[in-house]
């Protein structure tokens, strides 16, 4: 009987011992971090230098600050925004990495026979930033001075005359298929790894004209370096630098509407509290006087909503273009 009792105070002497090892394991485990506790990426998807580039780099300012963390830009240029939109499709889902998406985002799953990453499946919606129009411009000392000069040049001409993009997909590619297919003219494309690179060859005279975005040539409108023709968006810009730009449907082409936005993505399996705290924090950015300043005098409509208003706008995005696609038959070619 004793020695039962010994067998049996010695086995609850062991089970207490693991047990109380296993508490101060617990104990010793540190709390889970708050996010962030590192800095914040956001890929680029085009050369610096461009409206992406720009509205990224003034955004991520704000939202270092608001988060506690740096936020680092990282540009990824090439194959139409695809190279750097994959590298965001690839990265982990903890909210350290976010891409910048343009137009191109939901438009190459019509123009792009494979890609690299499910469109549907890979992604998750942070905020959409803002939707501005696309200007027309050609250099300073361009002969084109209206929107009627470029179509009797192209139809002179064909083939002869140029259009510069940011790359195959992208808005500035989109509005100038658009604008050949509705006006029969044949005017040749060249695609760039972003905007800052396409504008300086339109500076430079190696390319005719360009289909940029707002955010992009705005100050160089501003400088008098660049002529702006026409706004591609179905009504006039409402801000004062723009306003009196006519719109590419009354400079006669009917019918024509073609704009370009920007918005934050995640990859998908993102937990939901951190896209929450992205949104907010990009939602603060972009309210701020400094990118107000920044980006709306060239012509981007601040949006800044939540995660569920950016799916549902791009959804009607991606469905819209690729009817515009099939009807056109716009390519990357």
């Not at 009504?235 to 934050?264: C, F, H, M, Q």
């Amino acid at each position: 009987m004793h020695q039962l009792l010994t067998l049996g105070r010695s086995r609850i002497a062991v089970l207490l011992s693991f047990a109380c090892a296993a508490t101060a394991s617990f104990v010793a485990l540190p709390a889970a971090a708050a996010f962030p506790d590192k800095p914040i990426k956001i890929v680029v998807p085009f050369a610096p230098g461009g409206g992406t580039d720009l509205v990224a780099r003034t955004m991520g300012i704000t939202m270092g600050q608001e988060l506690g963390q740096p936020v680092i830009i990282d540009n990824k240029p090439g194959a139409g925004t695809i190279i750097g939109t994959d590298a965001v499709a690839k990265s982990a889902p903890d909210g350290y990495t976010m891409v910048m998406a343009t137009v191109a985002h939901v438009v190459n799953p019509s123009i792009q026979s494979k890609l690299p990453y499910n469109y549907e499946k890979a992604f998750a919606p942070v905020m959409l930033v803002g939707v501005s129009p696309n200007v027309l411009v050609v250099r300073a000392e361009s002969p084109l001075k209206s929107v009627k000069d470029l179509i009797d040049a192209a139809k002179a001409n064909p083939g002869k005359l140029s259009f510069a993009s940011q790359g195959a997909g992208t808005s500035a590619h989109l509005a100038g298929e658009l604008f050949k297919n509705l006006t029969k003219t044949n005017i040749t494309h060249i695609p760039y790894r972003g905007a800052g690179p396409a504008i300086t060859d339109v500076l430079g005279g190696q390319v005719d004209v360009m289909f940029a975005t707002a955010s992009a040539v705005g100050s160089f409108i501003e400088s008098g370096k660049l002529r702006a023709l026409a706004v591609t968006t179905a009504t006039r810009s409402p801000t004062p630098n723009l306003a009196k730009i006519p719109t590419i449907a009354e400079s006669g082409v009917p019918g024509y509407a073609a704009d370009s936005w920007y918005g934050l993505y995640v990859p998908a399996g993102t937990p939901a509290d951190v896209i929450a705290r992205l949104n907010a924090a990009a939602k603060k950015a972009v309210q701020t006087d400094s990118f107000k300043k920044r980006v709306e005098g060239e012509g981007l409509v601040i949006n800044g909503g939540s995660p569920q208003d950016f799916d549902k706008y791009a959804k009607g995005e991606e469905a819209r273009w690729r009817k515009v696609v099939k009807e056109n038959n716009i390519t990357t070619d």
